[in-house]
């Protein structure tokens, strides 16, 4: 339609032929070296190895057992309780506590989250108790879970939910809230019903930040659990892993304390990369969801 | 044309409103159309009347404030299977299911079929799309054009009444959406399917439409309905379609404009 208009500066057309010879390398896999430097668990148990290597000669150099007694000798401790049963019994107490403390504030931030879904004052009272609650350490909760619920386990527990509660309910109700309008439509669309819209659209949608509350949670709660131990023991009469480290503090057996610190670093890497990797590894990732 | 055939969507006399945090806004104003059982039927018009809007409330998603929608006679009052979305939007897809299992839950879901018969179902309507060899990948492997061609699998898989096309080639580039018009207009030689058809583009509208209901910005109103056989004719005027639409859309705006103004 429109006039063509006029050529300002007059060059030949140019046309190449294309061939890939030549080139050396157009596509070749990695060699050994290279493909283990990708693998992250092998860099991490390098970093691992660098620290304990660190850790051992720092301790040789200091030279005093009872201020920061050596790798080795943390070890030869570690397996001296771990073959006397002493570490694995105080380590199932914890994570027999810590189990009931998490179920039961799953199971609460369920019951909030759902409230806080359904009804516009329920996602106002989340907030708000959130906002209240969050920021409160658990730990400053523990003298009146003692005066409520006695010196036994229901106090820790206590504890333990008001620790794993806040984040998780706060972390699944603004991933249900980022779900995209476009996924809600499509469910709507295909006739789910309600509990199918929640469970089939919902839950999968904000996943990522539902594992992002668990995984806090988690941490939350064994830190609480660890330090509520180290004061009053599991129950009245003592067990558990803080306590056991408390004890060892006690009877001056550092290489027992640093034993039982150990204990709990192991327990967090175990979780951390076994099973809430995995879980990430078999989920989110894997839907491309997060990189 | 219609020899006494009842429509198979009524759309009569729609004012639809919907509210932002302080304003209420009209999207369309007493629309009024027929579709008829294998029509290729595209709402164009430029952003902002209220199209999309339209085909959701067609969807069900949103109620009319006058008038009524009707398919096959009844009233349309929610979402439903009978009447399947494609979005404009790549994530339409649920990117915690692999391309099959993506179209399988849509009849599942439905309660349309089980598990199995859904699966072998889904596979026949990847392979109409020809997307075969990616049935179990998950959607965020795929590149823009197949996650709509999935969309569009999952829509006719559902074998709906209607299947209602939001846009959905408007994010692809020019000659990935070139391609699906084409793909889109072969799949309904295929099977004749009735759909409904929201664009802003008047060569898209002319190229995949059989019939063109044009509507005026803001609010929608009808401004008429074309006829088209896909080709671009040369009119009685002596000018090819789109343009007489491009006319009949915009010169005469640029007058209400004026007089709208003075």
């Known amino acids: ?291 | 044309m219609t020899n006494g055939v009842a429509p198979l969507l009524a759309v009569k006399g729609v004012t639809l409103q919907y509210q932002t945090r302080d304003h209420l806004v009209t999207a369309t104003y007493r629309v009024s159309f027929d579709i008829y059982r294998s029509d290729r039927y595209v709402i164009l018009g430029p952003s902002g009347c209220g199209k999309s809007t339209l085909l959701k409330a067609v969807g069900g998603f949103i109620r009319p404030v006058e008038g009524e929608i009707r398919l096959n006679d009844v009233a349309i009052s929610k979402p439903g299977p009978d009447r399947v979305l494609v979005f404009q939007e790549f994530d339409q897809l649920l990117p915690w299911k692999t391309v099959k299992q993506n179209i399988a839950f849509a009849l599942t879901a439905s309660g349309k079929m089980s598990g199995k018969e859904a699966g072998q179902r889904a596979l026949h309507y990847i392979d109409k799309v020809g997307l075969t060899k990616f049935a179990d990948n998950y959607p965020h492997t795929l590149s823009g054009g197949m996650k709509q061609r999935v969309a569009i699998a999952r829509g006719m898989a559902m074998e709906p009444e209607i299947l209602l096309m939001d846009e959905p080639f408007a994010a692809l580039d020019a000659l990935t959406r070139a391609k699906m018009q084409e793909e889109l207009l072969q799949l309904w030689d295929d099977t004749k399917f009735t759909v409904l058809f929201v664009t802003h583009s008047i060569t898209e509208a002319v190229r995949v439409g059989n019939r063109i209901l044009l509507l005026s910005a803001h609010p929608g109103q009808v401004k008429g309905e074309i006829n088209s056989n896909g080709t671009d004719e040369i009119g009685v005027d002596g000018r090819p379609l789109s343009e007489r639409i491009e006319h009949l859309l915009f010169e005469q705006q640029i007058g209400d404009r004026s007089i709208s103004h003075g």
């Open chain 1, 1 to 291: 339609m429109a006039d063509a208009r006029p050529v300002l500066h007059a060059r030949p057309e140019v046309i190449y032929q294309v061939s890939t010879a030549g080139i050396g390398v157009v596509q070749r896999p990695l060699s050994l070296g290279q493909r283990l430097a990708n693998q992250g668990s092998l860099r991490k148990a390098l970093v691992l190895a660098v620290l304990a290597l660190l850790w051992e000669g720092y301790a040789r150099w200091l030279g005093n057992d009872l201020l920061f007694p050596t790798f080795s000798a943390t070890v030869a401790a570690f397996w001296q309780s771990v073959i006397s049963g002493e570490l694995p019994a105080a380590t199932w107490y914890s994570m027999k506590i810590l189990f009931q403390g998490y179920a039961a504030g799953l199971l609460l931030a369920g019951l909030l989250t759902a409230f806080a879904s359904a009804t516009r004052i329920g996602a106002d009272l989340l907030e708000v108790l959130t906002a209240m609650f969050n920021p409160l350490p658990s730990i400053a909760l523990l003298p009146l879970a003692m005066i409520w619920f006695g010196l036994g386990t229901g106090g820790i527990v206590f504890v333990l939910i008001h620790a794993v509660l806040w984040s998780v309910a706060l972390n699944t109700h603004s991933g249900f809230r980022g779900v995209s309008p476009t996924w809600r439509m499509v469910g709507q669309n295909y006739g789910l019903s309600d509990l199918g819209y929640v469970v089939r659209i919902l839950i999968p949608g904000a996943f990522p930040s539902i594992l992002t509350g668990l995984k806090i949670g988690w941490a939350f709660a064994w830190r609480t659990l660890i330090a509520a131990e180290l004061v009053f023991g599991a129950n009245s009469g003592g067990g558990g892993l803080g306590w056991f480290i408390f004890q060892s503090k006690n009877s001056l057996e550092i290489p027992s304390v640093f034993a039982g610190l150990l204990t709990v670093i192991l327990l967090g890497l175990i979780v951390e990369n076994l099973i809430f990797l995995t879980a990430e590894k078999m989920t989110v990732r894997r839907w491309g969801m997060q990189h």
